[in-house]
Structures are given as C-alpha cells and as structure tokens.
Nanobody
C-alpha cells in the first residue's frame, strides 16, 4: 500500500496550492479519502473528506469556501485545492484512506505559508 503526496511547498499568504495523493496497492474507489494537517505543537486535524464515489464531501469550518477536495477513481488520486491560504495553515498535510478495518496514511507534505 502506498499513498504518495505531491504539490506541497512555499506559498505567500493569499496564494494557492494543489496537493495530490496517488494511491496504489488497494482498491482506491472503495475507500473514503481525507486530508489532514498537523501544525507544529498542535494535534492532527481533519481538513476535508470525500466519499468513495466522490458524491459527498465535508470540510472543517476553517476551510469552507476556500479548499476543495476531489478525487479521480481512474487515476487513483485524491486532490486538495487550497485557495486564500493563511500563515496559520502552515503544517504538514497528510492524506488518509479508510475502509474498515483498513486505515492508511501518507508520509506527509510540508505546506508553508509565509511572506
């Protein structure tokens, strides 16, 4: 099982990034996919979630209207489009795949929002 992220990096406040997470080794289309983040000294928090078929999404209140989660079940990839980024959103971002009893995590990618 692998979840390989890309797209993290350095961005100015108000800027945008798109994270990708490519999955392999399991039946991607059967899993709920999520993005989490963990800032220094803080607990890991759920950012966004998408159902296995992609028809249902859910977001943390802090990112609603700015972030968009999507998935491509042909490419086995989940995305997180992040707009209007804020410095306090500097964190390591992780993707997660869940279908009971499986729970898989990516290695994380750093997103730094700074001027």
């Amino acid at each position: 099982v692998q979840l390989v992220e890309s797209g993290g990096g350095l961005v100015q406040p108000g800027g945008s990034l798109r994270l990708s997470c490519a999955a392999s080794g399991f039946t991607f289309s059967s899993y709920v996919m999520s993005w989490y983040r963990q800032a220094p000294g803080k607990e890991r928090e759920l950012v966004a979630l998408i159902s296995s078929g992609g028809g249902s999404t859910n977001y943390a209140d802090s990112v609603k209207g700015r972030f968009t989660i999507s998935r491509d079940n042909v490419k086995n990839t989940v995305y997180l489009r992040m707009n209007s980024l804020k410095p306090e959103e500097t964190a390591v971002y992780y993707c997660n795949a869940v279908r009971w009893p499986d729970n898989y995590w990516s290695q994380g990618t750093q997103v730094t929002v700074t001027s």
